[in-house]
């Protein structure tokens, strides 16, 4: 078993390495917005930059600026731990609401490819797990979501059992015209319920992103808009039930790191965030300023690095 794992795992570093020799230029920032999506998934970090810098642990401790208040400290905390290619492997994280505590730790598992196969979160609650599943080009086609049972015989320690499947979505893919794919969502009784169409430029460059939900007729659309050096610099969303929209600016250095994020509901900026960096490029610290409250969350980042 442990045979198997290092060899999978010299599979995934040789195939990195190979695209390292062949590629005009690696993406050198630690935010990957490609996107247009950072902040808004579990991993906003770019893999290629965690690789090249051998980066094993991202840590961000959390502290909050009030209005006439000093800096206060509080317990949440995030540890990103990245296996030696730069992949997320487990995210273990501590939030609080007033005086109540929660605990999640992610675990990924992933398959010789790199893909991710089931992602397991572990909660005072108890265990989740999802089953990711992917065609031959690589691109998703079920998930399955499960519960685990807890067989451990004391009550303030869990051990997963055996993991009972509860529900589950497929999807499948078409041609949708001129560089377009057409995504479809069936729920777990293989009922049609969305529709997703993702359009692209000619060079590649994605232009729309419209969500159709079947049921209600709601159709979202996020169009993207990009500046001199490709580099996502809008996302607008709006959607065909509401006047109102949307819109994501992202602000970026010479050399491409993010450094600002604006979020307006129409024309009224109600969030910014902003991204510290150190002198070789690493997040020091992210600033979230809510600009209704004047709180600003302030997560401030450590590293541990691969020998």
Do not use: C
């Not at 590649?204 to 979202?220: A, F, P, Q």
């Amino acid at each position: 078993m442990i045979y198997a794992t290092h060899r999978r795992l010299g599979l995934i570093i040789f195939i990195l390495t190979v695209f390292a020799l062949f590629s005009p230029l690696l993406r050198a920032q630690i935010i990957d917005n490609r996107l247009g999506n950072a902040f808004k998934e579990e991993m906003f970090f770019n893999q290629e930059f965690l690789w090249q810098n051998k980066i094993k642990n991202a840590t961000g401790v959390v502290s909050i600026k009030r209005p006439n208040r000093p800096i206060e400290s509080r317990p949440d905390l995030v540890v990103y731990r990245f296996n030696e290619v730069g992949l997320l492997q487990q995210l273990d994280k501590i939030t609080s609401v007033l005086d109540l505590i929660d605990s999640l730790t992610i675990e990924y598992h992933r398959n010789i490819k790199g893909e991710l196969e089931y992602k397991s979160e572990v909660r005072r609650s108890g265990y989740q797990t999802t089953r990711f599943i992917y065609d031959k080009e690589g691109r998703l086609i079920r998930l399955d979501f499960g519960k685990n049972e807890n067989i451990s015989s004391e009550k303030s320690r869990l051990e997963p059992g055996q993991m009972i499947s509860v529900s589950s979505e497929t999807f499948t893919y078409i041609d949708a015209g001129t560089n377009a794919i057409r995504k479809s969502k069936y729920n777990n009784y293989g009922l049609l319920y969305s529709n997703e169409t993702v359009t692209k430029s000619d060079l590649g460059y994605i232009t729309s992103d419209i969500i159709e939900l079947v049921m209600s007729n709601k159709i979202t659309t996020r169009s993207y808009t990009y500046n001199d050096k490709g580099w996502v610099s809008q996302v607008e969303t709006t959607d065909n039930l509401s006047k109102n929209s949307t819109t994501e600016v992202y602000s970026y250095d010479n050399v491409g790191n993010l450094e600002k994020i604006e979020y307006f509901n129409g024309t009224t900026l109600y969030e910014e965030l902003d991204i510290l960096y150190t002198e070789t490029m690493l997040i020091e610290a992210i600033l979230r300023n809510d600009l209704q409250t004047h709180e600003i969350v302030i997560t401030k980042f450590s590293y541990d690095f691969y020998n």
